[in-house]
């Protein structure tokens, strides 16, 4: 498999998830997120379409420094990454679908504690691909601390 097609494919893996998370978004953002009481330091909406999207491009290049490293673990770490992918995929249904912060909270928990396991192993393999995943644990973070306060406040 060419390098080339281990990088396109890279790239697109998060955001196809990404993707596949708004469908589930985008109409409660409309209603029913509206209508949920949010902390006062609660971002504009608008900013969290270019913020994943960034972020998904610097997961997948983090994966394709993965994939494409000679480590001998590497196998363990591409499942550690689809892991918290997977996790990551499953948050919008979870708190947007299903209208349901406290499942959202039983996702995103688990979400942080994978990237976190990914940034740690990842430096054994590449400490650029590590390094790509700490704002995306950054975020999480706030994302995390945001859905407990709705989870909190509703």
């Known amino acids: 498999m060419s390098k080339t097609f281990k990088l396109i494919l890279s790239l697109a893996l998060p955001q196809v ?6 469908l589930f978004t985008f109409s409660s953002v409309r209603d029913w997120y509206l209508t949920i009481n949010r902390p006062s330091w609660n971002p504009p909406n ?18 394709y420094l993965i994939w494409k490293s000679e480590h001998p673990k590497k196998k363990e770490l591409m499942i550690l990454y689809f892991i918290q992918l997977g996790l990551n995929a499953l948050w919008s249904p979870a708190f947007f679908g299903a209208q349901s912060p406290l499942l959202g909270l039983i996702v995103i928990i688990p979400l942080w504690i994978m990237i976190l396991t990914c940034i740690i192993q990842f430096k054994k393999a590449s400490i650029w691909a590590s390094g790509l995943m700490v704002p995306y644990l950054l975020w999480v973070s706030f994302a995390t601390a945001l859905n407990g306060a709705i989870w909190w406040l509703n």
Request: glycine share 20%; aromatic share 16%.
């Open 17 to 22: 998830a990404g993707g596949l998370g708004a």
């Open 46 to 63: 608008w900013i969290f379409g270019p913020m994943w999207t960034t972020l998904y491009v610097m997961m997948g290049i983090a994966c």
